[in-house]
């Protein structure tokens, strides 16, 4: 693979990353206005039908040539990565804070490198997990630090450690399911599976009356949670899972407490602190580390357009 599209590949996680950083406020925003079922089964519903549309060329061609083990392994990202994850990480920011949630879902890329490395094969450098730590201790200090840190509601906490865990999981189902199907084709149809089981639970859900009266601006998160924080970005994700692999692709996450707190000071007028800076030192030093790699490694990887 070419430089120039590796760098676009690392762009591309880093706006990904920011606006997912920007989901975590929308969503818990959005939690408080509708029931946790019906918000998922909509918010996917919309990424669904917009990644169906735009991409409608891209998988349509060779959607013939699809395996019966292919679509199970779509079916499973959509199950997990989806369906799970996105009610998890509903149900669980209506009982924790942001802060919480954001150190919580930091543990993906050292989780998702070590079940990558037991059982894809991937290899465990030492290089790589001293990034990795380098990154993850900049989470903690930014969500763990005493001035940040809000109500503790393990209810809550262990709801997204859950949603994390069926994150990481589909993150593995997907670099299975790229060797068969092409990257738009896993999204948009573990998307459509997703909401389809989604708006299934919803239908049969008997706890929560539905909410339809709501004011305007509510709706036009919703429609850019799913839009474009769900089904753009993890197209974009899924696409640089199936060239750079899921370890070293997780590493960006650790960019989203980071935003989450400069979106809830800018939109909840929280404070930014010193530690906030040394955070964000010590997870760009952790990418940096984590994503360098030895001469001539570029082009060893697999053209990312053979994958797609």
């Known amino acids: 693979m070419e430089k120039k599209r590796y760098y676009l590949l690392l762009v591309l996680l880093s706006v990904v990353t920011v606006i997912w950083g920007l989901n975590v406020i929308m969503i818990k925003y959005l939690s408080g206005i509708f029931p946790v079922v019906q918000l998922s089964a909509w918010r996917i519903s919309m990424a669904a039908a917009g990644l169906l549309l735009f991409t409608y060329g891209k998988w349509k061609l060779g959607i013939k040539q699809l395996t019966v083990s292919s679509w199970v392994l779509i079916f499973l990202v959509g199950f997990t990565s989806i369906f799970l994850h996105q009610l998890l990480i509903s149900q669980g920011l209506r009982y924790t804070t942001g802060s919480a949630g954001s150190l919580i879902l930091g543990l993906n890329?050292?989780?998702?490198?070590?079940?990558?490395?037991?059982?894809l094969g991937d290899r465990f450098e030492l290089k790589r997990?001293?990034?990795?730590?380098?990154?993850?201790?900049?989470?903690?200090?930014v969500v763990g630090h005493p001035g940040a840190t809000g109500t503790d509601a393990i209810k809550g906490n262990l709801f997204v450690f859950l949603s994390?865990?069926?994150?990481?999981?589909?993150?593995?189902?997907i670099k299975q399911?790229?060797?068969?199907a092409s990257v738009f084709q896993v999204t948009a149809f573990s998307h459509l599976f997703g909401a389809l089981l989604l708006m299934i639970m919803w239908a049969v859900h008997p706890v929560h009356p539905?909410?339809?009266?709501?004011h305007w601006f509510s709706y036009g998160v919703m429609a850019f949670s799913g839009c474009i924080a769900t089904a753009l970005c993890t197209s974009w994700w899924n696409m640089a899972i199936s060239e750079i692999g899921p370890s070293k692709t997780t590493l960006f996450l650790n960019v989203m407490p980071i935003s989450?707190?400069?979106f809830a000071s800018l939109f909840?007028?929280?404070?930014?602190?010193?530690?906030?800076?040394?955070?964000?030192?010590?997870?760009?030093?952790?990418i940096c580390l984590g994503l360098s790699r030895k001469k001539g490694a570029l082009s060893k990887k697999v053209n990312i357009n053979k994958a797609i």
Do not use: D, R
């Open 177 to 180: 399911a790229v060797k068969q």
């Open 164 to 173: 994390m865990l069926a994150y990481v999981a589909g993150g593995l189902f």
């Open 260 to 262: 989450s707190l400069f």
């Open 268 to 286: 909840l007028n929280e404070k930014i602190h010193w530690y906030h800076a040394i955070a964000l030192l010590l997870i760009v030093a952790g």
């Open 210 to 214: 539905p909410v339809y009266q709501a």
């Open 109 to 119: 890329p050292l989780t998702t490198a070590l079940l990558a490395m037991l059982f």
């Open 129 to 141: 997990f001293i990034g990795i730590g380098m990154g993850f201790v900049g989470v903690i200090l």
